[in-house]
């Protein structure tokens, strides 16, 4: 009874048509919500934590339960803070390996072409320009990053629901 009811759930997990059906409500929520998204998805994995070290207590385990408890708290209580220090790390990180690859770089782009030195830059440049940008202007950055991740992920749930439709699952007889 319970393997019929994991397989009836897996089935519907793995469909095209559902997972399309997801990442349209995930894509129009990332668009709309913007870092607001981030907000309400730090307080659902904050209150999930403190829901399941509550769990972790009732069933005796006091180490998981303390810990998963004191986690849920904490990104609740620091989670933009958590999220500004991330995206500060990350900027600074993309700077840093920018600047490694224009250094790296630079010995063997003697004797090329202009075009040839342009193209090479230009990784290590747009690299560096989105560090420089997650470190002055980060939600500003984190917006238009969410309403990109926002409409591939309206794009990609559409593709697979055209997919179901156009190409329907073969029967296992």
Same mark, same amino acid.
């Given at each position: 009874m319970a393997n019929t009811t994991n397989n009836n759930l897996s089935s519907v997990l793995n469909s095209p048509l559902?997972?399309?059906?997801? /990442?349209?409500i995930i894509g129009v929520l990332f668009c709309?919500?913007? &870092?607001?998204?981030?907000?309400?998805?730090?307080t659902v994995v904050g209150v999930v934590l403190i829901i399941l070290g509550a769990l972790a207590l009732v069933g005796r385990n006091w180490a998981l339960g303390l810990i998963e408890i004191a986690i849920g708290v904490i990104i609740i209580a620091c989670g933009w803070t958590i999220v500004d220090i991330t995206l500060l790390i990350l900027g600074i990180v993309f700077i840093a390996y920018a600047i490694y690859q224009i250094i790296i770089s630079v010995p /063997?782009?003697?004797?090329k072409k202009p075009s040839?030195?342009?193209? &090479?830059?230009?990784n290590p440049i747009f690299t560096?320009?989105?560090?420089?940008?997650?470190?002055?202007?980060?939600?500003?950055?984190?917006?238009v990053i969410f309403i990109v991740i926002g409409a591939l992920a309206?794009?990609?749930?559409i593709m697979m629901i055209v997919r179901s439709f156009a190409a329907p699952e073969k029967s296992s007889n």
């Open positions: 559902i997972m399309g059906i997801a /990442l349209i709309a919500l913007q &870092a607001g998204f981030v907000s309400i998805l730090l /063997l782009l003697k004797n040839q030195i342009a193209i &090479a830059l230009l560096l320009a989105l560090g420089i940008i997650l470190v002055v202007a980060k939600w500003q950055m984190i917006d309206i794009v990609a749930g």
